[in-house]
């Protein structure tokens, strides 16, 4: 059976919302993302069970998850919808201007760098491309563009602790942006492990950047003391500017906030690009990424 009989004998409309329970975890956060109740959620994952014949998801306490039939239809499901895709970025490529809506997920520094100067860009070439972005770690953007809640992401990558592949997802290098070590002006460093004693301002734990940050200072012989914890790079720069911690930061944003004495830590955190395989060939996406990577 080929995918076209596969579709027409299964409601598409119906394996994207199984879809969506993979990625999404609960049927709350599925009815949340699309506007059902969980309780036509169910329902509508009861009439795709009689049509498949077999049971798609089953409890787990007060969860569900799905079954290992479920699983196989997803999989197939991804390649639909990736066909699917690719036939929208056709017709976008046929129209005579470049115009449509496209969402980036992005982290703070580059949203305070890259993306504003993209923006200007955009206005002047592509006045019909409408671009939105949020703030979103990479550890929830990923999967919220698989999810097909935004159509780019800009993440990063810290040494020794690269993102694994997902199918499906497409990415490319945007640039390397150095990892400085950001100290008062009267506190200049000679070394980073003379700044055992120091009080630190990090990421919170369980983020990509604080697992970095910690295991280079542990490298240099000595568990940071991390007295201020916050997402907020730029408060991490502030608080070095009032002499009241030592911090990391990306080359990306350090020159621009703050009097404070830089010295390079040697490591560099990979800025990347990803987008949906099969999206690429879309005008207003490929617009985006063109500005993006001029920006830089």
């Avoid at 159509?151 to 694994?164: F, K, M, T």
């Avoid at 987008?275 to 690429?280: I, K």
């Amino acid at each position: 059976m080929n995918r076209i009989e596969w579709l027409v004998m299964y409601d598409l409309h119906r394996l994207r919302l199984l879809r969506e329970l993979k990625h999404r975890g609960t049927l709350a956060a599925v009815g949340d993302a699309l506007g059902y109740s969980a309780s036509a959620i169910s329902h509508q994952l009861a009439i795709l069970e009689r049509e498949v014949g077999v049971p798609v998801i089953e409890p787990v306490g007060r969860r569900v998850r799905l079954t290992d039939a479920a699983e196989l239809l997803v999989a197939h499901t991804e390649r639909v919808l990736l066909e699917l895709e690719q036939a929208e970025a056709a017709i976008a490529a046929s129209r005579s201007s470049v115009s449509g809506q496209v969402r980036i997920a992005t982290f703070q520094t580059a949203a305070h760098t890259i993306v504003p100067s993209a923006l200007d860009r955009l206005a002047d070439e592509h006045p019909g491309v409408d671009v939105s972005f949020q703030h979103v770690h990479a550890e929830h953007a990923l999967p919220a563009l698989l999810a097909r809640d935004v159509d780019l992401v800009l993440y990063e990558e810290y040494p020794g602790s690269p993102v694994a592949p997902i199918t499906n997802i497409t990415t490319e290098h945007l640039l390397d942006d150095p990892m400085l070590i950001a100290t008062p002006a009267a506190h200049a460093a000679s070394s980073l492990a003379g700044l055992a004693d120091a009080r630190w301002a990090m990421e919170p734990s369980g983020t990509r950047a604080r697992e970095w940050a910690a295991a280079t200072c542990r490298a240099a012989g000595f568990e940071p003391r991390v007295a201020f914890e916050s997402v907020d790079v730029l408060l991490h720069a502030r608080l070095v500017a009032q002499g009241r911690a030592i911090a990391f930061l990306p080359a990306l944003i350090a020159n621009t906030v703050g009097e404070f004495t830089l010295t390079p830590s040697g490591a560099s955190r990979d800025i990347r690009l990803a987008t949906r395989t099969g999206s690429q060939a879309n005008p207003a996406l490929e617009a985006v990424r063109r500005a993006l990577r001029a920006s830089v």
